[in-house]
Each structure stands twice: as structure tokens, then as C-alpha cells.
């Protein structure tokens, strides 16, 4: 029998009845003849009122004891959604992930797994139970509960249908797809078909909310088929129309890349700017002003390094808008006083970028991308490309404009 893991998200889980939607769409795939392992997420907003109360109680909880209190959401919803399949007549397990057991680093708050056991899943699943595990967390080699951050049950799910040699794997969650952009921004936003592993991840990493990044980047190196569709429809919608519905991210030889130059607008309006001005150039200078960054664990995406004048440049990064503060004050601490410049942001900054392994083949992106631009009057601050994306960073007010206008230069809603 083939195997499929299935993924629901917190809105999927969010009250009793939507459980028992999820346990009715399980039973189905169940009765057609699949083995089936789910992995749910925590309700809706439980994992954030969790963390709200720890932090009424410390405004820096102990990782190691938040990891403990954020990882009991997931447990309360496998066992209703376990208590739910018995409900409809199906033989069903719950696990936490300790249990399996999915082991990870001890990296509290941001494990990473490094193995997962299959014995005492794939013996329930020949037994003819369905399994249902946590996702989000596991455990170290010390015993302890790991989670694997904000949307680790992405990741949690395709880990555990890679370990598995699962068939697919379905993230269900409240959209029905991938789409060219967010129709929330561009109502004329058009649902993929199909999206590239390389596509998704530029994507999710550019501020796409559909899929977690790492999850990306674990499907798309152990080349696990991912598809993503809504969990809001009849659960007992036929499965001949559901295994064909939603967004199946694919492999680059699967897909035309010759009748599309671009796949999609992505937009992250979690950005912050920072501007070191007047620093020496000179060899290094760029690790004494990033390496302070990286050691208070503040990412860094976009960079430029002026042009030297008189011996002097300046540098330009951007960090998440919530670590802009932290970064600031790091500058501030370890930089200023040792390589002299001065230091100034802005944290109303958005990036904009167009995707598509379509670029490969077609000249001209960039110019007409930077044209479209132009003419809405809307100035570029920073501009970074990799070999299928063009991203440039802008002042804020200015984002869903260029969204909307570049969605249209590129004639997304069409194709």
C-alpha cells in the first residue's frame, strides 16, 4: 500500500469541528487504501498563548523550559484528532515526538532533526492504524524536548515522509495553492499548478507564509513530492479531484520553463535597513561590522559596499524588522567605538521580488522589472539577484503598488 503523510496546520485544527473535518478526510484516504500518517499542528493561537504567559512570568523564558510549555500544543491536538478518527470508526495511535522517536540537536527553540526511528510507526501502519504524531518538536540525546521554531511542523511533516519513503506529502492548511502572489494584495492573483522546489524557496524565504523555508529545503533535497492544498473544502470531496487540487511543487524537469519567464511576485515587509557610514576600507572591514551581527544571532540578507572615497565607504545590510532594535544597539556597542563611522536605519523598508527558474532562458527581467518600477515613480534602495530571482528593497508605502504593477508587467494573471 502506498503511504502518504498529511500535514494540517493551525486554522485546519483551529476548533473540535474542523478536527472532525480532518478525521473525516483522513478516514477516506484511509478507506481508499493508503497507510496515513498525520502530523497537525497545535489550534490556532494556542503556541502563541503559551508563549504569553511564559512571558508574563519572565520577559527571557528559559529555552529549555519554553520548548517544554510550547511543545504541549501539538500533544493536545493529536490525541482529539486521535480520539476523532475512533469516533468514525478507524484504528488510530497519537505520538509525541520523543515517542517515535524523532531525535534533533539541542538547539532549544530552533532544533534542528537529525534522525527519526521508524520501527514502532511502521509496525502500527502494517497493523492498519492510522499514526498521528506532533509535529514542531522532538528530542535531543539528552532527553530533552526540542522545538523546531515557528513552523517547524512543515518541516516535521516532510522529515517524517522522506524517513518514511512516503509516496507524498500533503501540507493542508487554510489557501488552496501557491499563487503568483498574495490576492490579498493583487485580487487577480492566479493559483499554480505546479512550482519548482528552487522557486517555492525563494519564495518562502522572500516572505511567502505558505510553506516554512526549511520544510522547502528538506523536500526539495531529498526530493520528497510536496503538494500544498486547502483542508476548508468537503472532506469528502472525491479523492480523484483532491490528489490533483492545490499546488504540487515539483522538480525543474517536470515543468515548462521555456512559456513562463516569471512564476511569481514575492514581498517581505519584514525588513529593516541599516547604514554604516564612513568606516575605513580596508580588508576586514566588512567581518567587524557583520561578525558582531551574526554573534547576537541577527540574520542578514540584502548587503552593499559603496564605493570608496578618500579611503572611506560605507555599508549598507538588512536585517528582520524585529531584530532591527538588537542590531542597532550591537552596532552600536561592538562597531562604533572600535572602527569609528557613524550608524543610521529605517525600519519602514520592504523587499519586492520577482521569481522564476524562467530567467534562465529569457533575457531582459531586470530591465523590465526596473522600468515597471519607474514609471509608478517608486525609488530603488538596495537591489540583490540570484540565477531566478530579482529583489529590490523599497520604502514601505510604496510595496503593494509595485506588487500590483509588476504582477501586471509580467502578465501573471494570464498565463
Known amino acids: 500500500m502506498a503511504l502518504i503523510v498529511h500535514k494540517y496546520g493551525g486554522t485546519s485544527m483551529g476548533s ?152 507524498e506529502c500533503l501540507i493542508y492548511t487554510d489557501v488552496d495553492g501557491v499563487y503568483t502572489t498574495d490576492p490579498r494584495v493583487v485580487s487577480d492573483a492566479r493559483r499554480l499548478n505546479t512550482v519548482t522546489f528552487e522557486e517555492m524557496l525563494e519564495m518562502a524565504s522572500l516572505g511567502s507564509k505558505v510553506l516554512q523555508i526549511r520544510s522547502v529545503e528538506f523536500a526539495g533535497n531529498y526530493r520528497m513530492p510536496t503538494r500544498v492544498l486547502s483542508s476548508l473544502t468537503d472532506p469528502m470531496i472525491p479523492l480523484e479531484v483532491e490528489v490533483n487540487s492545490g499546488t504540487l511543487i515539483s522538480f525543474e524537469e517536470d515543468t515548462h520553463m521555456e512559456q513562463a519567464a516569471i512564476t511569481g511576485i514575492a514581498f517581505n515587509r519584514d525588513e529593516a535597513k541599516i547604514t554604516v557610514l564612513g568606516v575605513p576600507d580596508k580588508p576586514g572591514i566588512a567581518y567587524q561590522i557583520l561578525g558582531p551581527v551574526a554573534d547576537a544571532n541577527i540574520e542578514v540578507d540584502m548587503i552593499i559596499q559603496n564605493q570608496s572615497v578618500d579611503g572611506k565607504t560605507d555599508f549598507t545590510f538588512t536585517v528582520p524588522r524585529g531584530d532591527y532594535a538588537k542590531a542597532m544597539d550591537t552596532l ?17 523598508v520592504s523587499k519586492v521580488s520577482v521569481v522564476g527558474v524562467g530567467m534562465r532562458s529569457h533575457v531582459g527581467i531586470a530591465s523590465q522589472m526596473f522600468r515597471t518600477l519607474s514609471e509608478e515613480g517608486i525609488n530603488i534602495l538596495m537591489i540583490s539577484t540570484s540565477e531566478i530571482k530579482i529583489s529590490v528593497l523599497i520604502d514601505e508605502k510604496y510595496m503593494e503598488l509595485a506588487v500590483r504593477a509588476l504582477h501586471k508587467a509580467f502578465g501573471l494573471e494570464n498565463a
Do not use: C
Open 16 to 167: 473540535t469541528e474542523r478536527i472532525k473535518n480532518v478525521a473525516r478526510r483522513v478516514a477516506k484516504w484511509h478507506d481508499a487504501g493508503y497507510q496515513v500518517i498525520v502530523v497537525p499542528s497545535a489550534m490556532s493561537g494556542e503556541t502563541n498563548r503559551l508563549i504569553g504567559m511564559a512571558k508574563e512570568i519572565s520577559p527571557q523564558p528559559d529555552p529549555r523550559e519554553l520548548d517544554m510549555l510550547a511543545s504541549t500544543g501539538e500533544q493536545v491536538s493529536v490525541a482529539l484528532l486521535a480520539m476523532a478518527l475512533h469516533s468514525v470508526g478507524k484504528e488510530a495511535v497519537s505520538y509525541a515526538g520523543w515517542q517515535v522517536a524523532i531525535k534533533t540537536d539541542s538547539a532549544f527553540t530552533k532544533a534542528r532533526i537529525q534522525s527519526i526511528d521508524d520501527t514502532k510507526v511502521k509496525a502500527d501502519l502494517d497493523a492498519g492504524r492510522v499514526v498521528i504524531i506532533t509535529g514542531f518538536q522532538g528530542v535531543d540525546d539528552g532527553g530533552n524536548i526540542a522545538t523546531l521554531g515557528r513552523g517547524g511542523s512543515d518541516t516535521s511533516a516532510v522529515a517524517i515522509a522522506v524517513a518514511m519513503k512516503a509516496q
Open 332 to 348: 552600536e556597542l561592538h562597531v562604533k567605538s572600535h572602527i569609528g563611522g557613524s550608524i543610521t536605519g529605517d525600519a519602514k
